[in-house]
Nanobody, 125 residues
Framework: QVQVMESGDTLVQAGGSLKLSCRAS?????????MGWFRQAPGKEREGIAS????????VYADSVKARFKISRDNTLDTLYLQMNNLVPEDTATYYC?????????????????RGQGTQVTVSS
């Protein structure tokens, strides 16, 4: 069974940077899969924010994070990353990584069931 383990909960000040990680396990050998991140703020709907293809050659971002976040992956470690820069309080949310077909519409990521507990990111003003 595929599982993911995301990095720990973090508190950061506005304007700061943070790098999330997500390691997948239980994957089929030789499988090629896209990955992505969605987030959910308290009292709000899920928001798909970034998607990356298996090779890493294709990446898509939500407008809300496009200029500040960068998604990457290391397939040798089965690990997905999200570099977040210039954080603002509105980025406060629980962040989840997901696996699935690559999509150019990151909104679709919000409908993929997460396999981990998520990472709580809190940005203080």
């Amino acid at each position: 069974q595929v599982q993911v383990m995301e990095s720990g909960d973090t508190l950061v000040q506005a304007g700061g940077s943070l790098k999330l990680s997500c390691r997948a396990s239980g994957l089929e050998p030789g499988g090629a899969y896209a990955m992505g991140w969605f987030r959910q703020a308290p009292g709000k709907e899920r928001e798909g924010i970034a998607s990356i293809s298996w090779s890493g050659g294709s990446r898509v971002y939500a407008d809300s994070v496009k200029a500040r976040f960068k998604i990457s992956r290391d397939n040798t470690l089965d690990t997905l990353y999200l570099q977040m820069n210039n954080l603002v309080p509105e980025d406060t949310a629980t962040y989840y990584c997901v696996l699935g077909p690559f999509t150019t519409d990151v909104r679709e990521l919000a409908f993929i069931s997460p396999r981990g507990q998520g990472t709580q990111v809190t940005v203080s003003s």
